[in-house]
């Protein structure tokens, strides 16, 4: 498999860096990952205006022209032969400069379901800091609790903080709807990352209300839909062994609406 490295196309066993970097040390860096849809990177200028402005926050300096990116993304899921996948470019810090990778790959789940059961972690979400915003090289914590859903067959699970507050999923954002059939999403004060899903769905719902949920008062939603930049959007259709509507009326309505205002080549589900 090729990637980029540090703007040449090579063979991805060729790319090194030394064991006393910063990024291997501290794991300085940061990393953003968008849908390939059609060889074409979809929301490449949202993902590149986060992660400019993530790489700033931990102090990295990027002297990049994202057009050129745009560009290297294109080829490189050309010589990879991958028309729809996903996509990663990642920085880290070195003693002198900074390193930028990109990466073009086959989809995590080739057939992934159209709804999907989720879990709540055991594992506890660090909660609002100065870099909960920040879509970091540190991800150790979310990447666990998501392969022990996975390893446990849930497809996704929610980690809660200390304040008892149900966050975000292990790869995703979720939103939920109560018994007065309101929508809402966990505010990044709760230490939720800004997804690129996430905003797009709250540009299209405005009336949308900002509001972490304890978790006994999660287990109590009427619907659950979780989002994420490689499937988008997902009904949930079991929380933690209790069935939900998938899709309910509103999730319904936000599919629909995502889907028109941001149509792609997939065959659609268009709920009724």
């Not at 990952?33 to 949202?46: A, M, Q, Y």
Request: one cysteine or more; charged letters at 20%; glycine letters at 6%.
């Amino acid at each position: 498999m090729q990637i980029v490295f540090n703007g040449e196309f090579i063979e991805h066993d060729q790319a090194k860096i030394g064991i006393f970097e910063p990024a291997v040390l501290y794991g300085l860096g940061c990393f953003s990952t968008l849908r390939l849809h059609v060889g074409k990177p979809r929301f490449f200028d949202e993902h590149w205006k986060r992660f400019s402005q993530n790489a700033a926050e931990i102090g990295l300096t990027l002297k990049l022209d994202p057009e050129q990116i745009r560009a290297q993304i294109i080829e490189l899921a050309d010589k990879n032969e991958v028309t729809e996948g996903s996509i990663r470019f990642s920085c880290h810090e070195r003693h002198e400069g900074v390193d930028f990778t990109i990466f073009v790959t086959q989809p995590r789940r080739v057939d992934p379901p159209a709804t999907y059961r989720v879990t709540l972690s055991d594992c506890p979400h660090p909660g609002a800091s100065p870099l909960s915003g920040v879509k970091h090289n540190n991800y150790a914590l979310f990447r666990a609790a998501h392969l022990q859903a996975r390893a446990a067959e849930w497809d996704e699970c929610l980690l809660v903080n200390a304040l008892g507050e149900v966050v975000e999923g292990g790869i995703s954002n979720f939103f939920w709807v109560d018994e007065d059939q309101c929508l809402f999403t966990p505010p990044l004060s709760s230490g939720a990352l800004p997804g690129v899903i996430r905003g797009k769905v709250l540009e299209l719902f405005p009336a949308i209300r900002e509001l972490a949920p304890q978790a006994e008062q999660l287990k109590q939603a009427s619907e659950i839909f979780i989002t994420n930049s490689s499937f988008e959007i997902k009904p949930v259709h079991e929380l933690n062994g209790r069935p939900l509507a998938a899709p309910g009326e509103i999730t319904a309505k936000v599919i629909n609406a995502f889907q028109e205002a941001f149509p792609d080549c997939r065959p659609p589900f268009i709920f009724q």
